[in-house]
Structures are given as structure tokens and as C-alpha cells.
Nanobody, 122 residues
Framework: VQLQASGGGLVQAGGSRRLSCAAS????????MGWFRQAPGKEREFVAA????????YYGDSIKGRFTISRDNAKNTVYLQMNRLEPEDTAVYYC????????????????WGQGTLVTVSS
């Protein structure tokens, strides 16, 4: 499985940004897809995820209802819509996938995209 993330850039506080993650390869083997982020000097943090074939979505505590994860199955693409961005959201955002169970632990994910940098200016 290969994951290609895109959509990062510079945005002002209060603004919005949408990230995309295109999956290719043996995508049928994926059970969970999600987003993580890592700010300088900090650990990788869970942002959002969904289970393939399920309706429920899962979000990290710091997101506070500002972000939405969605998918386009026909395009094998996952999106992260980020609204009301704050400077504290500045980080490299990674999409990830696993054949295993849902988890907020990055160590549980088998596949990773290359990361896309989001910088929120105050």
C-alpha cells in the first residue's frame, strides 16, 4: 500500500485547509485509515480515523470538533477538512493505514504517507 498526502501550506489563524491522501496498491487490505500530526519537538499525535465500511469516525481530543475526516471510495482518497485553524495546529500531517484494529497509537499503523506541512500563522 502506498499513501500520498497533499494539501499542506500556510494558512492564517481562523482559516481552513483540506488535506488529501490518495491510496494505491493493495488498498483492499486496509481496515483503518487515519491522520496523525507531529509538531516540532513533540510526539506524533492522533488526529482522526475511520474504519473501512463503517459509518463512525474518531477524532483526537485536541481537535475539538474543528476537523472532519471523510473518504471517496471511488478515488481511494481520504480527506481531512480543517476549520478554525489555530497556531497550535502547525505540524506535519501524516495519513496512515493499518490492516489491524482501530487504534490511536501510531505504532499500530502499517503504512504511512510522506507527510504534508501545515503552518498556521497568528
Amino acid at each position: 500500500v502506498q499513501l500520498q498526502a497533499s494539501g499542506g501550506g500556510l494558512v492564517q489563524a481562523g482559516g481552513s485547509r483540506r488535506l488529501s491522501c490518495a491510496a494505491s496498491g493493495r488498498t483492499y487490505s486496509i481496515y483503518v485509515m487515519g491522520w496523525f500530526r507531529q509538531a516540532p519537538g513533540k510526539e506524533r499525535e492522533f488526529v482522526a480515523a475511520f474504519i473501512r465500511g463503517a459509518i463512525s469516525t474518531y477524532y483526537g481530543d485536541s481537535i475539538k470538533g474543528r476537523f472532519t475526516i471523510s473518504r471517496d471510495n471511488a478515488k481511494n482518497t481520504v480527506y481531512l477538512q480543517m476549520n478554525r485553524l489555530e497556531p497550535e495546529d502547525t505540524a506535519v500531517y501524516y495519513c496512515a493505514a493499518t490492516q489491524g484494529s482501530y487504534s490511536r497509537n501510531p505504532l499500530s499503523y502499517d503504512y504511512w504517507g510522506q507527510g504534508t506541512l501545515v503552518t498556521v500563522s497568528s
